[in-house]
């Protein structure tokens, strides 16, 4: 048997090196070309994020998607100065996936936002949606914090700045508990603040960020605990619907 020659003097790391990169090539030419991507800019001009749309397994959305990133792009701004907390910078790219078989609503994780398709379809109007999954992205916190506040800052977000005319749902006072997160939460959120501190929100999402999150942190700056504020809540809420009632 002759001898083994490599061919052309390469050696065998050359040629998987080139192997490699061939590869990496050839994915890199498949891999679709996103739907829309831009940027997002502060009142100087400068650019905070990329923002990327891919709507490649839903091309029927490639109209919405591209909407939804230009949403992204116009608040994400207002959310990094809404959100903001020392020594700290959000992500400087969000991607925004829309998924053919997802279930459910959408999921951000990291700097992606996931969509599911079929939700989008039946509610096309509901760009609120997309505002709540960007403060996840710009809240960035770590884990370990309460998962009813983060979703209580997000719908705060979406409640109190980007549909702040939108009709609000009525809580049942005996049923209802600040735990519910999402709107429930906000509204919760949102009465604390104009009854006691205006920087409450600004507070906590700088405790959650920074892992200090505590059920103490209600007290201090609101003089009264976590309970004893959502029992005036309640309280008020009963007072509201004895009027109606009437």
Request: aromatic fraction near 10%.
């Amino acid at each position: 048997m002759p001898p083994f020659r490599r061919p052309f003097g390469l050696s065998l790391v050359s040629l998987a090196a080139v192997a490699c990169l061939t590869g990496f090539a050839l994915t890199a030419a498949e891999k679709p070309a996103p739907v829309w991507t831009g940027h997002a800019t502060n009142a100087n001009g400068s650019v905070l994020a990329r923002i990327v749309v891919e709507a490649h397994e839903t091309p029927d959305l490639a109209a919405w998607a591209t909407r939804a990133g230009q949403l992204c792009a116009e608040w994400y701004p207002k959310l990094h100065t809404l959100l903001a907390s020392e020594g700290f910078t959000p992500p400087d790219q969000v991607t925004l996936r829309f998924r053919a078989d997802m279930k459910g609503v959408a999921a951000a994780s990291g700097n992606v936002i996931n969509f599911s398709a079929a939700y989008v379809r039946g509610h096309t109007n509901d760009w609120g949606m997309v505002i709540h999954e960007l403060t996840h992205v710009v809240q960035s916190y770590p884990p370990g914090g309460p998962g009813w506040l983060v979703e209580g800052i997000a719908d705060y977000v979406r409640l109190t700045h980007f549909e702040p005319r939108a009709p609000r749902p009525r809580l049942n006072p005996d049923q209802a508990s600040y735990r519910d997160a999402y709107k429930t939460t906000a509204m919760f959120l949102e009465w604390a603040e104009q009854k006691h501190d205006a920087k409450l929100v600004s507070k906590l999402n700088a405790a959650c960020r920074q892992r200090k999150y505590s059920p103490e942190l209600w007290k201090e700056a609101t003089g009264k605990t976590l309970d004893d504020l959502w029992a005036d809540f309640a309280a008020e809420l009963r007072a509201k619907k004895a009027q109606v009632g009437k």
